[in-house]
Structure formats: structure tokens, C-alpha cells
């Protein structure tokens, strides 16, 4: 069996946000998992990763990652271990020890290197103890210590994977995104959600130049961080990008919207002295009319509707909107998931 | 590697209900497991799903089903999920989600039907609310969406593989059970069972022609459209379908006894206004005596015992009726259910 | 593909402790280990397992065994089901059935020798009630009724796979380990831990003929029948085995040294009248200095230090004791499980 020539073309990095790597490297991702996918449609066997063992470890619950990861390196030709933190002895940092529960993360990743090919991981909200940067702070830390590959499976920072599943999306539709109007849109939902998925979607759109306008309500700024990145990232590719404080603004003319809920960072450390979930939902419960309706849809330039999954349907969008068959991109990027994360396992595990 | 010429035979279709098929189709069935058990037993292999994904939704625990099912597509050359609840966005029908913790099965569905090859779901009981007929709803709901194929791991009204199962090791022993006597009786037990096994039994005994009696203390009944069902492929078929409220009367001359506990469907809806848990297993503990005993199988034509497992021992069953190596089938019936599911999917999902 | 002349030769047999095995069959489990761990170095395929079913049934949590073993079966071409008794009808001894929420294990042992090759179970502390040596009865009542091989994946009593990885680290070390002086030694830890793991090592030490020294304070003593068999082992081998009371005395001049906590045996039933775990803590606590520090290590003959992991840094070992990379064997008695592993299920499953 010849393997294809992204196979290895990023061995032994790490995957845990796409602006760690070039716009380049990023479009190698795109071609491989567009390869993979004909393949897949096709049913053209890709055994690329035979016999490599990839260790998934949920700290939070998932239907879309786990799936698709684990569906993934199955047709590879691998295997996924699905790991729950009450199965194991919880890997923890450092501070968080609690002895004959937990097991620091630097012998957990020491172990597992010597068994397996990649760690992935999905940690934040509950499971990060609501302070924003722990997760993403777990996940750095495996990758401090393991000797093989660890993916970001959603920290409370960063969903590379949703990044690059979404661009996919975006330019199976426009080819080339440059100058395209990318909104990325609070809309309202009654759950604490993390920043991740928007943080990791104006790093993608201004990695691809397309004109990003962050739209939402006062108190739920992104960290000032990931603002300059996306900054950065703008100035680089040529895009722009913007920050609005009102939805129909930001709808005139999109081409593509993204609007989802994450909860106001304010309400939690490092960024208030506290862990105050009552207080957030309650700050979110003032944005319910951050819906997107069709009449929403109607003032975009025939913009196509995203989200990563699972909509908090009657809240963050209507029924007739995320199955709107015509814009809807929703199912579409559910399915790139699983051909993203197939491309990056082959060029970080394979070869 | 060529594939058995009933690869795909039934491609595409969900797996609900034995009498959603046609005796023939069924018959194809037993012919597939009987190829597939001979193969197993001499160890050649069966790479006929390759690459192949079986999503196992588990709302309720389980040995056999879990077992058979991941063994059985591995054996395949296939790879099973194992998903329980906790671990996903409980998939729930509309007038059920709960925001934050449920999906819609709309959703989910969808979904896992762009990473894999068919949803298998087992639901019954607690996780169905004990409003009986809930958990079929379930799967239902699943096959409207999804476009591979459903497979009932058992619900609350059916248990397809489990009559699979059970009229394989009928027709082992009687090629021909056209005529034979098929008691299919109630037996105490203090849990609380669902009726899928009962009402699944009368369907598939009644298709291959047998002299069908279901035997039960009154308030026992099974639901009106599975007796109307039975009548029917009673007619059918050339067999019978008789239903006696006394044991021993059931078991006189019986070839198959089939003594197994449900529990009264009058406690709960849409039969009752309330789940009646505790009214349900106080009546249920007046029929102590309904158990299957060396003396009623001295009743028996030289009768074989059957029970789908797990049986209540010593409230069930005596031990020495169901260890009994000259007529109990109870570990024919469980190996069975390796067989039947790995013909159902290599004939739904191959091809 | 040729398979290696080791596999099948200990066919059906189960591995539930070594002394259940010749000085010779264990070597050859050695020598089969290390051509399978030079193939995954070069990443040579053996699929030896293919098709190959492992039910691994876990009362107890688990990161090395769980891992090892599922990536190990994956990496012999077989695959291994993740059982959890929440998942299942809990398999229980005959005195603790609780109606509705257990099975007995003769059942589920000889309904899973129906779908597949290999059980392999763990059970200890807990999940054994606390009473030590109900774990290794609940593995044995398996043996009794599977059909096919049962592995102890780590009792209340032994934990044999742990002996084979850390022989097999040490036979690295010392190819002819005979004369060499192996001290396994009580250290603190404030949780409960079983005596699987001391009374393995000692048992596999004086198998290999080396000096074994059993040190720890009173109060500590592992169970008579295996000091027994520890010194018939000694007689038998060529090499000695002694008891200690003071970690200092023991460290000198030794090759190899194995401090580990365990639970003083007196405040468990059988060997108490009831389960007194705070008694156990207590009494533990007053042996805080029992720690493995670099002082220690000093007095040894360039020793090399030894742990099965995971270990309670600060209570059991200082840091840069166990992370000297000179002379801890930590990580590679971690590997090693792999190996070892892999090698007895290549011997009893295949073939």
C-alpha cells in the first residue's frame, strides 16, 4: 500500500491551535482531508495509520468528536482507546493532586507513550473548574510531556478541530474566502458554554483573509489574546477584522454566520475573583433576542448558515434556519470533522 | 475476498421488528447465521463489513447484546462505538429535551450517519420512563432520520435479535417446527421486566408456523396489536396461537417452553394513569409459583427449556432445569445471538 | 504470515499467578516478550491475535492495565471490549447475588466463552469488599466455568502480569539475576492498597533465584501462603529470601529495590472480624518515614530503583528519586506491561 504524501508531512507535532501552524501547513491539512473524504465517499480503503493506537480522553462528554475520531482512525486502520477520567486515575496538574485519585499528568503521558501513537483530549467548563486557561493549561501540559503527537479535542481556549472542519466548509463553498464576510455572532443560550469555538473561528477566517466581524452584546468579549492574534492574523492575510456590538449590523451582506452562544468570560477567574455560574446565566438571560431567524438570514448576501453542533435549537437558532437545506452548512460541518481529524492523525502519526 | 451472496440482501433497512420482514426474508436470515456459525467455529475468516461502523447506543445495561453485537462486527472486520448516555448529549425526542443535556435525535442521527454504517439502540424500562411503547418510539424516531440502518437492540415492545436467536435454536432442533407445540409462559420474577421478549416470541413462533400458546396470569396480557399481529401470522402461517392462565395446562406435550418474566402492563401508561412501580411488583409477587420446575418439564414432550438470559434463578427457573445439558438451550440461545446479528448486519449494511 | 513458535504453547491455560507456572514456561513468556517488544520498536506487524475477541472486565479502575492491554490485543490484530460492571449485570460469586442487578459468573463466563477468546479480569480492595481474597476467588469462580483463558489483570491477592514486567525489567538489567539482591519494601502512602503487588514480587524474585529481602514494619506481613511458597521458590531456585524490619538495613548493598505501599492485612477480614479501613490509615500513618529518598539509594549497590506505578510522590518516593533517569526503572516496568503482556495472550490465545 503507497501512502499519500501528506502522510507524515507534520510528524510528531502537536495539534493544539491552528494558528500554531502557517496558513500553508493549514492548506495541506485542507487538500489531505479533502482526499480523504473522495476516498471515504468512495469507499477506497485508506489504511494509513495500520496498527497505531490513538488514546482519547474525555473529560467532558461529546457525540460529534468522539465519533468521529474514534469512526476516523478505525478507517485508518487504527484503534481508539475511549477514556473517561473515572476509569483512570484522573491525570492532574501539579496543584491539583489528590492523592490515590489522581495521577500527575507527566507520568500519564509518559505511560502512554510508550503504548500508543497520539494522546487526544477534550477538557473544559466543569472539568477545567471554570477557570478559563486550565483546560487549555492540561492540555499543554500533556503535550510537555509525552513523546508522541496530542490533539486538541476542545479545551477552554481553543477547538482546532471545529476551525479547520468550519474553513473546510467554507471553501468547499468559496474556493478562495479572501474578502468574504465571515460573521462570527454571539447568540443566546441558558448554558455556560466555553469560548473556545468562536476564539478558534476568527483565528480561522483571518488566517484565510476573509473580512471577520465578531458580533456580540457588551460582556462578551474574547480574550484579549486571541483578539490580537486574529489582529495579527488579519494584517498578515490580507483580511480585516472587526468587532460590532449588534446582530443585524453584523448580518447585512455576510456570506457566511456563525451564530452560537459562549458564556461571559467576566464572570470567571482569572477574570473575576470567583467561579459565579448564577451570575453569568443570569447576565445571558438579558440576550435572548440574539436569536438568528430567517428574517436575520434575509439581510445577509444569500449567507450560509454554521454552526459547530449541538444548537441549542429555540435559543441560539430557529428550526427553519439550521435545516434550511438551501443554507444550512450544519450537517456539512458535522461531516468535515471527521476528514479533518483524519488528515491531521496521517501527517502527525503517520509516515 | 468474495463476498456470500446474501451480503447486502437486505441493504438499508432497519432492523425494528422481525414481522416488519418476510418469513422468507427471515429464513435468509437463519441461512446467513448458519453460514457465518460454521464459519466461526472453524476459525475462517469473515472480512465482510471492512472497515465498517456500528454506532451502540446503550440506554440500558447489558452482557449478551453489548458482547455480541462489538465481538460479532470485529469478527466482521467492522468496529463498534460503545456510547452509553452519560457520555453523549442523551439523543431524546422533541417533547423530551432538557437544553444543555439532551440532542435532539433528529440531530443525532443525522449525524452518525455521515461517520459510519448503521445505529444500533437498546431502550426499555427506566430509560424509556416505563411509559411502555416510549422506548420503541426511540428507535423509531432514529430510523425516520437516519439514513443507515436502525437496529433494535431491544425496546420496550420488541426484541428482534432475541427471536432471531431463539427460532435458530428451534430450528436446530425441529428443521421443520411447522406443528411443534411453543409454550411461551410467564414466570415470576420480583424485577421489573418489559414485554419485549414475550411479545417478540409470539411473533417469530407464530411466523414459522407453530402451534403457539402463550401462558399467563391474568392482568398479564400482552398488548392488543402483537396478539392481533400473532393471530394474523397464526392465519398465515398454518399454525396456531392459543392463551391459557395456567402453567401446567401450557406445558402439557409442549416441544419448546419458553417460561420467562414481564411485568403487568396495567401499572403502567398509557394502560395506567402513573408509573405504578411498586403496585406492579406487589402484584407480580402473588404468582411466586410460576416457575419453571423439573416437574412441570415432566409435563413436556420431551420439551426443551429456553430463556433469553439473564434468568432469576430460583425465581425464573430451578437450577437444575436451566443447567440441564439434555434439553435447556439457554447457551445455544446466547451464542445464537452472536450469529443472527452478524448475518442482520452483514445483510443491512454490506454489499 | 508464519506466527512464532511461542504462540499456542500454553493454549487454554489460564495466567491467574506465576507459581502457577515452571521457572521454564515463565522464561519462555520472557523471551516472547522481548521478540515482541523488538518488532513494535521496529514496527514490525504481528498480527498473530487476528480476529481474536478480549473481554476485559474492570471492577477496578486502570490506566497501565487497561491501556496495555486494549492497545496491546490491538496491536496482535485482535480487539478488546472496555467492560465496566455498571455496564453489564455485575458477575457475582454464588453468596452475593443481589436479584436484578447480578449475574452469576458462571453464567456471564460461560456466555462469553461463547462470543470470544480470553477474559481477563481485575478485582481488588472495594470491589472485593475488602475482604482479601474474595477478588482472587471472583477470578477463580471465572476460571472454573470460562472455556477459555481467564488473565488476572490484578487481584487482592497476586497481580502476575506486574511480576512478569518487573522480571523482565530486571533481566534486562541483569540477564542471570541470580545472587542479586531485590528488596521489596513497605513505603507509605496515607490510601488503601492491596498486597497483590509485593506478594507477586516476591514471589517472581525467589522464582529467579535472586536474594530476596522482605522488608517493612511489623503490622505489614504478607499472607502466610505465599512467604511459604516464596521460600519453597527460594529453596528450589538457588537463591534466599528474608524478612526485615528496617528499610535502611535492607537498602544496603542492594541490586534492586521496590518500595511500595500496601495495607496492613490485620484490619481486613479474614484476618479481622470486620473491615476497619480507618483503623488501616491510622495504623499506616504512623510510618511516614518509610520513604524512598536519595539517602536510601545511597546505601544501595548502584540499585536500581523500582515501582508498578502509579506511585504516591511524596508519601511512597521523592521526585527525584523516581525520575532519576540513572537508575529508575519506572517507565520501562510500565512498557514492559505491554510486552509481557502481549506475549501470554500469544501463548494462551493463540496458536
Not at 488514546?55 to 482512525?73: D, K, W
Not at 453584523?250 to 477574570?271: C, L, N, Q, R, T
Amino acid at each position: 500500500m503507497e501512502l499519500p504524501r501528506y502522510a507524515g508531512l507534520l510528524r510528531g507535532r502537536h495539534f493544539l491551535n491552528t494558528n500554531d501552524f502557517t496558513r500553508e501547513e493549514i492548506e495541506q491539512v485542507l487538500e489531505a482531508a479533502r482526499d480523504l473524504r473522495t476516498k471515504f465517499r468512495s469507499r477506497i480503503p485508506t489504511p494509513y495509520l495500520q496498527g497505531k493506537t490513538l488514546f482519547m480522553l474525555f473529560y467532558n462528554r461529546s457525540l460529534r468528536t468522539r465519533n468521529s475520531f474514534e469512526a476516523g482512525i478505525f478507517q485508518l486502520g487504527g484503534h481508539a482507546h475511549f477514556l473517561s477520567p473515572q476509569d483512570v486515575y484522573t491525570p492532574t496538574l501539579p496543584e491539583d493532586m489528590v492523592p490515590y485519585q489522581t495521577e500527575s499528568i507527566a507520568d500519564v503521558a509518559r505511560v502512554l507513550s510508550r503504548y500508543g501513537d497520539a494522546i487526544a483530549i477534550r477538557i473544559y467548563g466543569d472539568a477545567a473548574k471554570w477557570h478559563i486557561g486550565r483546560g487549555h493549561r492540561v492540555v499543554r501540559e500533556f503535550a510537555k510531556w509525552s513523546s508522541i503527537p496530542v490533539l486538541n479535542m476542545e479545551d477552554d481556549v481553543y477547538h482546532p478541530f471545529q476551525a479547520l472542519a468550519d474553513i473546510m466548509a467554507i471553501t468547499d463553498v468559496a474556493p478562495n474566502p479572501r474578502g468574504k464576510k465571515f460573521v462570527v455572532s454571539y447568540a443566546y443560550s441558558g448554558g455556560l458554554k466555553p469560548l473556545a469555538v468562536p476564539q478558534s473561528c476568527v483565528l480561522i477566517g483571518t488566517m484565510f483573509g476573509m473580512d471577520v466581524v465578531l458580533a456580540h452584546p457588551p460582556g462578551f468579549e474574547l480574550e484579549d489574546h486571541v483578539i490580537k492574534a486574529a489582529k495579527e492574523n488579519a494584517d498578515r492575510y490580507g483580511g480585516s477584522f472587526e468587532i460590532v456590538h449588534d446582530m443585524r449590523e453584523a448580518f447585512e451582506g455576510a456570506d457566511f454566520v456563525y451564530p452560537k452562544a459562549w458564556s461571559p468570560k467576566g464572570f470567571f477567574p482569572p477574570y473575576n475573583g470567583k467561579v459565579d455560574k448564577e451570575g453569568a446565566v443570569e447576565y445571558q438571560n438579558k440576550f435572548k433576542h440574539w436569536i438568528c431567524t430567517q428574517e436575520l438570514m434575509d439581510l445577509t448576501n444569500k449567507g450560509k448558515y454554521m454552526h459547530c453542533g449541538p444548537a441549542d435549537r429555540g435559543q441560539e437558532v430557529t428550526d427553519d434556519v439550521i435545516d434550511n437545506k438551501e443554507y444550512s452548512l450544519y450537517f456539512e460541518q458535522a461531516e468535515n470533522r471527521l476528514h479533518v481529524q483524519k488528515a491531521v492523525m496521517v501527517m502527525t502519526m503517520g509516515g
